[in-house]
């Protein structure tokens, strides 16, 4: 199975900053990789999918990076509307596997 | 607008039985994979089960594998989860969710599933 690492687990940041979260996979998954927003009481968003591709409807401030096994999903200009969790999903194979999410947080 | 929205959840206990159901609208259903994803408490997301758009295939994770059987009526525009001798660490919440490629475009808002004597 291909075990994606996410880090960090937590981050803080103030409105207007950038940020970045790395995920890691445990062997080449090429750029099948997608990036989730999860926010309390909301469905789950996806943002990103094939590593750097945006999905309609997904702020430009949003972008996404990275192949093989190395990914970086970044956030510049923060809005306070993005203060959530994040997660990294790979799509190479079976078993579809999840990162562990980082919580970004209001610094 | 798509929308996703599971029901069937609630208290089982160790070892019985439960099936959730997810009603799909706003797409055509029978043209997309469907799956569930599950999240324990405090935990990250976990891949369930997966079902083509026949129903022909099913693909699942070792944790539920012989346990679990995920299904779909295209009539009914529904998917359908059957869980069968759950576990304490089955508890979690279970998302519908509709497949793009391999990744997921959309999610519903969950249900809850708390298995416990």
């Known amino acids: 199975d291909v075990q994606m690492t996410q880090s960090p687990s937590y981050l803080a940041a103030s409105p207007g900053e950038s940020v970045s979260i790395s995920c890691k996979a445990s062997?080449?998954?090429?750029?099948?990789l997608a990036w989730y927003q999860e926010k309390p009481g909301k469905a789950n968003k996806l943002l990103i999918y094939s590593g750097s591709t945006l999905q309609s409807g997904t702020p430009s401030r949003f972008s996404g990076s990275g192949s093989g096994t190395d990914f970086t999903l970044t956030i510049r200009s923060l809005e306070p509307e993005d203060f959530t969790v994040y997660y990294c999903?790979?799509?190479?194979?079976?078993?579809?596997?999840f990162g562990s999410g980082t919580k970004l947080e209001i610094k | 607008e798509v929308q996703l929205v599971e029901s069937g959840g609630g208290l089982v206990q160790p070892g019985r039985s439960l099936k959730l159901s997810c009603a799909a609208s706003g797409f055509t259903f029978s043209n997309y994979y469907m799956a569930w994803v599950r999240q324990a408490p405090k935990k990250g997301l976990e891949w369930v089960a997966t079902i083509s758009t026949s129903g022909s295939r099913t693909y699942y994770p070792d944790s539920v594998k012989g346990r679990f059987t995920i299904s779909r009526d295209n009539a009914k525009s529904s998917l359908y989860l059957q869980m069968n001798s759950l576990k304490s660490e089955d508890t979690a919440t279970y998302y519908c969710a509709r497949h793009k490629d391999w990744y997921f475009d959309f999610w519903g808002p969950g249900t809850m599933v708390t298995v416990s004597s």
């Open positions: 062997k080449s998954i090429s750029t099948y």
């Open positions: 999903q790979h799509y190479n194979e079976y078993p579809l596997t």
